[in-house]
């Protein structure tokens, strides 16, 4: 039985199965109220040293452990997690601001997810064998992986970079994004009495903790999700050791919707996946482009959807969607975006709004009707609750709008005819694509992107291959004969 979790105390960082404290300790905000939340560590360098040190010392028993017995502890973690679950969905509400309904689905998903890298192995093949020799491909962990978690999807982005990381026989030091450290600090928590001292540790810092990881000799590799200008550092900060990397970098993602879709049938779930965490997804959708044979009956539909059933509050409020912006910095980014409707005539189909006189930092859904292709709102990606819609009447010229910018992290095209969708889909660059869906993911399907997006894949037998090295074994079965 998995002991209780206390979402109001932090002792400390988790560093070899122990709580760490810090001289120093800071907090984040809780987005709904502006409140300042609970008091958590601030890690300074030679507690990382520390955590590498331990990391790489359990590397060399971990790293022997059959598929068999990390798989136990791992299901064993799940259920852990299960047995705490209402906590950690409060606590995420308190920290990152999305919707309480949200932080269930995103704690079921994160269960989901460890229970299925559980039952995934990557098996040695045979590349050749004869009488005098069989070669072999085989995979090898890397060693201590540094997770760096972003702030929109705390508990699932964290332990979708943990369980592979363990799985495969690597050590993992996951660090928070400032913004949202608590829910990961409770996750190494509740892990301190399933893994062997050191196999998974937890750290929460400022910004310099990330930059330390990075270049730490003693980390093997990164598994690193957010933007892409901070990827772009994470990169160039790995190059200086060599160290391996996976980058989950942003999206602007394009939903291609042609003529012969029934509105009504595909809106609630286009629409939803415009503004859901008040946009701050990296794979929803971001650019839909409608066919200009139903373009305004499509606007019209989706406006009068989102002002009935898209409903801004705080995340304990009922039937809320859109939550508040995580954190102050967004916040103003976001602002940014609305304050560039007025100042470049942008036309409106829902005007959206700031609610200036919130303590939080709440921002009401907008849909931009039918920009250039050159605003700012269709080529930078918002990461807020507004969208734009566009017309288009061309296959060949919705391909190359939705191609054309430097994100591919995902695509949708919506129709009837589902060999031509499908036909389209091929066209896409994109790490996923779907056919009358958006944003479907799951802990078997490799997920990653093109391009500026990212580096790599997560998740899937290909996201496991990314946590080891490739050997090549020659056999040679009668030298001695």
Same mark, same amino acid.
């Given at each position: 039985?998995?002991?209780?979790?206390?979402?109001?105390?932090?002792?400390?960082?988790?560093?070899?199965?122990?709580?760490?404290?810090?001289?120093?300790?800071?907090?984040?905000?809780?987005?709904?109220?502006?409140?300042?939340?609970?008091?958590?560590?601030?890690?300074?360098?030679?507690?990382?040293?520390?955590?590498?040190?331990?990391?790489?010392?359990?590397?060399?028993?971990?790293?022997?452990?059959?598929?068999?017995?990390?798989?136990?502890?791992?299901?064993?973690?799940?259920?852990?997690?299960?047995?705490?679950?209402?906590?950690?969905?409060?606590?995420?509400?308190?920290?990152?601001?999305?919707?309480?309904?949200?932080?269930?689905?995103?704690?079921?998903?994160?269960?989901?997810?460890?229970?299925?890298?559980?039952?995934?192995?990557?098996?040695?093949?045979?590349?050749?064998?004869?009488?005098?020799?069989?070669?072999?491909?085989?995979?090898?962990?890397?060693?201590?992986?540094?997770?760096?978690?972003?702030?929109?999807?705390?508990?699932?982005?964290?332990?979708?970079?943990?369980?592979?990381?363990?799985?495969?026989?690597?050590?993992?030091?996951?660090?928070?994004?400032?913004?949202?450290?608590?829910?990961?600090?409770?996750?190494?928590?509740?892990?301190?009495?399933?893994?062997?001292?050191?196999?998974?540790?937890?750290?929460?810092?400022?910004?310099?903790?990330?930059?330390?990881?990075?270049?730490?000799?003693?980390?093997?590799?990164?598994?690193?999700?957010?933007?892409?200008?901070?990827?772009?550092?994470?990169?160039?900060?790995?190059?200086?050791?060599?160290?391996?990397?996976?980058?989950?970098?942003?999206?602007?993602?394009?939903?291609?919707?042609?003529?012969?879709?029934?509105?009504?049938?595909?809106?609630?779930?286009?629409?939803?996946?415009?503004?859901?965490?008040?946009?701050?997804?990296?794979?929803?959708?971001?650019?839909?482009?409608?066919?200009?044979?139903?373009?305004?009956?499509?606007?019209?539909?989706?406006?009068?959807?989102?002002?009935?059933?898209?409903?801004?509050?705080?995340?304990?409020?009922?039937?809320?969607?859109?939550?508040? +912006?995580?954190?102050?910095?967004?916040? %103003?980014?976001?602002?940014? &975006?609305?304050?560039? !409707? #007025?100042?470049?005539?942008?036309? $409106?189909?829902?005007?959206?709004?700031?609610?200036?006189?919130?303590?939080?930092?709440?921002?009401?859904?907008?849909?931009?009707?039918?920009?250039?292709?050159?605003?700012?709102?269709?080529?930078?990606?918002?990461?807020?609750?507004?969208?734009?819609?566009?017309?288009?009447?061309?296959?060949?010229?919705?391909?190359?709008?939705?191609?054309?910018?430097?994100?591919?992290?995902?695509?949708?095209?919506?129709?009837?005819?589902?060999?031509?969708?499908?036909?389209?889909?091929?066209?896409?660059?994109?790490?996923?694509?779907?056919?009358?869906?958006?944003?479907?993911?799951?802990?078997? +399907?490799?997920?990653?992107?093109?391009? %500026?997006?990212?580096?790599? &894949?997560?998740?899937? !037998? #290909?996201?496991?291959?990314?946590? $080891?090295?490739?050997?090549?074994?020659?056999?040679?079965?009668?030298?001695?004969?």
């Amino acid at each position: 039985m998995a002991s209780k979790i206390d979402i109001t105390a932090y002792k400390g960082n988790i560093i070899n199965g122990e709580f760490v404290p810090t001289p120093a300790t800071r907090h984040s905000i809780d987005p709904a109220t502006g409140e300042p939340l609970y008091e958590v560590p601030v890690a300074r360098e030679e507690d990382l040293d520390a955590a590498v040190g331990h990391a790489r010392t359990a590397f060399k028993s971990w790293s022997k452990t059959t598929h068999e017995e990390r798989a136990s502890l791992l299901k064993a973690f799940a259920d852990a997690i299960e047995e705490n679950r209402r906590g950690l969905e409060k606590l995420q509400t308190m920290e990152q601001g999305k919707p309480i309904g949200l932080a269930n689905t995103e704690v079921t998903m994160a269960i989901t997810w460890l229970r299925t890298f559980a039952t995934m192995q990557i098996p040695d093949e045979v590349l050749d064998d004869n009488e005098e020799r069989t070669i072999y491909s085989t995979r090898t962990p890397l060693g201590v992986v540094g997770a760096i978690v972003p702030w929109n999807w705390p508990i699932l982005l964290g332990l979708g970079k943990v369980g592979p990381a363990l799985m495969t026989g690597n050590t993992i030091i996951m660090k928070p994004s400032p913004y949202t450290p608590y829910c990961d600090l409770k996750l190494g928590e509740l892990a301190m009495s399933i893994f062997p001292p050191g196999v998974f540790q937890v750290l929460s810092g400022d910004d310099s903790l990330g930059p330390w990881l990075t270049k730490h000799p003693g980390v093997n590799m990164i598994s690193f999700t957010g933007s892409i200008a901070t990827g772009k550092r994470v990169a160039a900060s790995c190059a200086k050791t060599l160290k391996r990397y996976v980058l989950e970098l942003g999206g602007n993602d394009a939903a291609i919707v042609c003529e012969d879709v029934e509105i009504e049938k595909c809106m609630p779930k286009i629409a939803t996946l415009a503004f859901l965490n008040s946009g701050q997804i990296c794979m929803l959708a971001k650019r839909i482009y409608v066919h200009e044979k139903i373009y305004d009956q499509f606007r019209d539909a989706m406006v009068e959807f989102t002002k009935n059933n898209i409903k801004t509050g705080g995340g304990f409020e009922p039937d809320v969607i859109v939550g508040p +912006v995580q954190n102050s910095m967004q916040f %103003e980014l976001v602002k940014n &975006m609305y304050a560039e !409707i #007025e100042k470049s005539g942008w036309k $409106t189909a829902l005007e959206g709004k700031v609610r200036e006189t919130s303590k939080g930092y709440f921002i009401e859904p907008a849909i931009i009707d039918n920009p250039p292709e050159d605003s700012r709102i269709v080529v930078e990606e918002p990461f807020g609750p507004i969208v734009p819609l566009l017309k288009w009447s061309s296959e060949e010229d919705v391909i190359d709008r939705a191609n054309a910018l430097e994100t591919g992290l995902g695509t949708s095209v919506w129709s009837k005819d589902v060999a031509r969708a499908e036909r389209m889909a091929r066209q896409i660059s994109a790490g996923s694509v779907w056919v009358n869906s958006h944003f479907d993911v799951a802990p078997d +399907v490799p997920f990653g992107g093109h391009k %500026e997006s990212g580096i790599g &894949m997560e998740w899937g !037998i #290909e996201g496991f291959k990314h946590f $080891t090295n490739s050997r090549s074994i020659w056999v040679w079965k009668k030298v001695f004969e």
